[in-house]
């Protein structure tokens, strides 16, 4: 916490609003040495703050705002510059340094080039020209992109912290590994892979275990061979996809993508990663992508130069987008797994908890006297999926239904619990049930405590999100029968519910 009288920041919203901590300690740090502007990444935007004009310029939106310093104790609020800050000088180091992606990973530009192009985005220019080595370059930063103008080969380009940790990114920590196990730092071998491995013992075993995985990172079918991209691409997966099954769904997609166009998933990798850097969430401890962070990336991908086949993803994803905002929410956050999904033209879909009390609230006003615990209902539940043509709820009474949501014999849900997301389809989902669970739960084998439906809720929640329904749910049976009046009432119970 700052002291009583040290000095404070403010910018001019509707009225003049503190600035954050990191935002103050930077400008202040700013204010007393000799430079009159600075960069800074906070809150996943990059602000440039100009002492001399007073000025915050967010350089994603370009929105300025007005800022001012209120000095210690009773010195007023000041647009003054101190006299030290009107001496030039470039003695400061620039925080923030520019990537260029190139053979399958991020190559940081020379430090003059880096500079260069970070002091012409605090000045407000979007495009502009620059030599660099005897070679002269076009900077889109609208786009980031870089443009050789001899060659007219254009890059992708990113601007991140030049302080920040690689595991910051994403990506980084996975390729540093992969660096780790290949040999010649091209691609992975059974003979890698086998040598990385932890020991298990028996060599049979530890042979078989590295062939499996290496066949299932391997997207382009290249036998006892995984290139960095494929390494990245199942790390990745492994951290943001809610199952193995998920996965598979995605790299089968994949798979066909790269028949066509084999360098398509390491520039895929890219566009999430630049666009992650610019457009992610401040805080989050993997990389995401905010849904309008999506959109700038994929009408980045739209104007740029180049002919790939992710820009006719991204034209078919604006084109949903704007006919009927079918393809996402103002509010939505996106991983590496989301990403691939949603660009390969998979709609991701709302899944609820529908909660009734069957009890009629009985339970909460008596439980504690019974049954010895507070229980705020009895619980029966359904699975709502919300599809764009026709939501469903699923649940478990006697038999498996599938009905519109709202007209089961329960009435009204007391509490509707937001779940998550799901890319399966009604098909899908459909044939899971009557293949799956159909068998499993039925009249005969309804137990109240060991097979009910919220078993069954349990169990479609796994396969739509690979995750269970809350604890207090799905471990209520458990905690009541606990209890000698719910054992003595178990026939019963198992009768009439």
Not at 68 to 97: F, H, W, Y
């Amino acid at each position: 916490m700052a002291a009583p009288d040290a000095p404070k920041w403010e910018v001019q919203l509707d009225t003049w609003k503190d600035l954050g901590v990191e935002e103050a300690e930077f400008l202040e740090q700013l204010w007393r040495s000799k430079e009159l502007r600075g960069s800074l990444r906070c809150r996943g935007q990059v602000y440039v703050f100009d002492i001399e004009k007073m000025t915050q310029t967010n350089t994603i939106s370009n929105k300025v705002r007005t800022i001012r310093r209120i000095g210690p104790a009773s010195e007023e609020a000041t647009n003054d510059v101190p006299e030290i800050a009107r001496c030039k000088s470039q003695s400061m180091e620039v925080a923030l340094v520019v990537e260029v992606w190139l053979a399958g990973e991020w190559k940081r530009l020379a430090k003059e080039e880096s500079n260069e192009i970070v002091r012409h985005q605090e000045k407000g220019e979007t495009a502009f020209e620059f030599s660099s080595r005897g070679t002269s370059y076009i900077i889109d930063l609208r786009h980031m992109t870089q443009t050789n103008v001899k060659s007219n080969r254009t890059r992708t380009i990113r601007i991140v912290d030049r302080f920040a940790a690689p595991e910051a990114m994403g990506f980084d920590a996975f390729r540093l590994a992969f660096r780790e196990r290949s040999t010649d730092g091209k691609a992975l071998t059974l003979e890698d892979m086998r040598n990385s491995w932890p020991d298990e013992g028996d060599p049979t075993l530890l042979d078989l275990t590295v062939k499996s995985v290496l066949k299932e990172m391997g997207l382009r079918g290249n036998s006892g061979l995984v290139d960095m991209t494929e390494w990245d691409h199942f790390w990745a997966l492994e951290r943001d996809g809610p199952s193995h099954v998920s996965a598979q769904e995605v790299n089968e997609q994949l798979a066909l993508a790269l028949k066509k166009d084999p360098q398509v998933l390491g520039r895929m990798q890219m566009h999430f990663e630049a666009a992650a850097a610019e457009f992610g969430r401040e805080g989050a401890e993997e990389p995401v992508l905010s849904s309008q962070g999506l959109l700038r990336a994929c009408e980045r991908l739209v104007a740029s130069p180049q002919n790939v086949l992710e820009k006719q993803w991204a034209a078919e994803l604006i084109r949903k987008h704007q006919a009927d905002g079918e393809v996402l929410e103002e509010d939505e956050t996106l991983n590496y797994y989301d990403f691939l999904n949603v660009m390969l033209g998979r709609k991701r879909f709302k899944v609820h908890l529908w909660m009734y009390d069957i009890s009629d609230g009985f339970a909460e006003r008596w439980s504690w006297l019974l049954l010895g615990q507070s229980f705020k209902g009895i619980w029966h539940t359904g699975v709502v999926v919300e599809w764009p043509d026709k939501s469903s709820e699923f649940w478990f009474g006697g038999k498996l239904f599938d009905s519109i949501p709202g007209s089961t014999p329960f009435g009204i849900p007391k509490e509707k619990r937001f779940l998550g997301y799901t890319y399966k389809r009604r098909g899908e989902v459909w044939d899971y049930v009557t293949r799956h669970c159909a068998a499993e739960f039925t009249r005969e084998n309804y137990d109240v405590l060991t097979h009910n439906c919220n078993h069954f809720s349990d169990k479609l929640s796994l396969f739509l999100r690979n995750d269970h329904i809350p604890d207090e749910i799905r471990k209520q049976p458990e905690l009541v029968m606990e209890t000698v009046t719910a054992r003595a009432l178990r026939p019963l119970l198992n009768r009439y519910l």
